[in-house]
């Protein structure tokens, strides 16, 4: 089974709707991320959260918000959505003074 | 503020070596990465090298870092068509966030 899985893997919705992005591990990692992929652009940090009570902005938050339900959930929220936020968004975690990311397959968002 | 750069696409020959090259702009990263991503997956690391060191040598895979030009590069050896994936440099600059530049583009062809 996947480490980190994200739900759904693919959305298309409409301007204006709030959707949903949810993040699952089971590494047992306390920091997790949020990023989105735009050619050309490589990942952007939308938020992060280095445990259950602590949320943070990353470069680009605006239109976004997050949730840390649990040390396993990490759930991304857009809620008005707008075609400019149509990428790949992935979900990932870490660990130790290393820091090397596990990411999730990705979530593929289309704004109509 | 700290920036990734790498060239976007590289193409060359099955059996040929790659390399891939980055250059950042933090002189305080602790330790520097090289992800690939492969169609419809996500990123996996596939090496990392620690910023006081000046090489790594992993089977294939070669990691060179200047830090004096703040140069990293990434050498395949006998490049194969499954090494065809985006290859992403990045940084870690302390804070436990990871900076990524906007990937390299291999094309292997045979």
């Known amino acids: 089974d996947a480490d980190v899985t994200q739900t759904p893997r693919n959305r298309i919705t409409k301007t204006g709707k709030r959707i949903m992005l949810e993040c699952s591990q089971t590494?047992?990692?306390?920091?997790m991320y949020w990023y989105r992929q735009d050619p050309g652009l490589g990942l952007r940090l939308i938020y992060y959260?280095?445990?259950?009570?602590?949320?943070n902005k990353g470069e680009i938050s605006d239109g976004y918000s997050v949730s840390r339900q649990a040390q396993a959930k990490f759930s991304l929220s857009l809620e008005s959505a707008i075609p400019n936020q149509t990428a790949l968004y992935f979900c990932?975690?870490?660990?130790?003074?290393?820091?090397?990311?596990?990411f999730g397959p990705g979530t593929r968002l289309l704004v109509l | 503020g700290e920036d990734v750069e790498q060239s976007l696409f590289l193409s060359v020959r099955e059996g040929d070596s790659s390399v891939i090259n980055c250059t950042y702009t933090?002189?305080?990263?602790?330790?520097l990465y090289w992800y690939k991503q492969e169609p419809g997956a996500g990123l996996q690391l596939l090496t990392y090298?620690?910023?006081?060191?000046d090489m790594k040598q992993d089977q294939r895979l070669t990691v060179l870092l200047n830090k004096k030009d703040k140069h990293l590069s990434l050498r395949i050896a006998d490049t194969q068509t499954g090494d065809s994936a985006i290859y992403f440099c990045?940084?870690?600059?302390?804070?436990?966030?990871?900076?990524f530049g906007a990937g390299t583009r291999l094309f292997v062809k045979a």
């Open positions: 990932a975690t870490s660990e130790g003074s290393v820091e090397t990311q596990y």
């Open positions: 590494k047992g990692h306390d920091r």
């Open positions: 959260s280095f445990d259950v009570k602590d949320i």
């Open positions: 933090d002189s305080s990263s602790t330790y």
């Open positions: 090298i620690f910023s006081n060191m």
């Open positions: 990045a940084e870690s600059t302390g804070g436990f966030k990871t900076i």
